[in-house]
């Protein structure tokens, strides 16, 4: 068992990994967290994961904002954050009916005009969609963006 337990704090991120992280982020997006924006970083779903989440306000009840209000600093910032740490992709999304085989990376909790907070739709980018600003109509509204981090 000490070797089994041993093995298995490797692989999950520990809470000063996660302090870390959250200096990184709050470093890189310093300008934005001055504007009202916040970042909180936390594990994700698995332990072995964290998931960085980047709101207007209040993480609890986020204040819709514009993509193209927050890409000049977002875009550096996820560049800077793929060289440092891995990236967790996941491998497919569903669009117009029609699934696609995509490494997705960044989550848009994206929020339709005159809906309440809580109805939101997720949508999945690309890196390549989100380092070329290709975001699109879909840009308007967010509520949350996340990005899921591998620690393997």
Known sequence: MRYLKSFNEGTSFL?????????????????????????????GSRKDRARIEFYK????????????????HYIPFYKMLSKEYDIDTTPSRISDGEVEYKACSVKFEYRKPAKQLWETEPRWFTEDEIINDKVGELGKYVGVISIFLDNN
């Open 57 to 72: 306000e209040d993480h609890i009840h986020p204040v819709p904002f514009n993509w193209d209000d927050v890409k000049d």
């Open 15 to 43: 809470p000063t990994d996660l302090n870390e992280l959250q200096y990184f982020c709050e470093t890189y997006l310093a300008y934005l967290l001055d504007e009202g924006f916040g970042i909180r970083v936390r594990h």
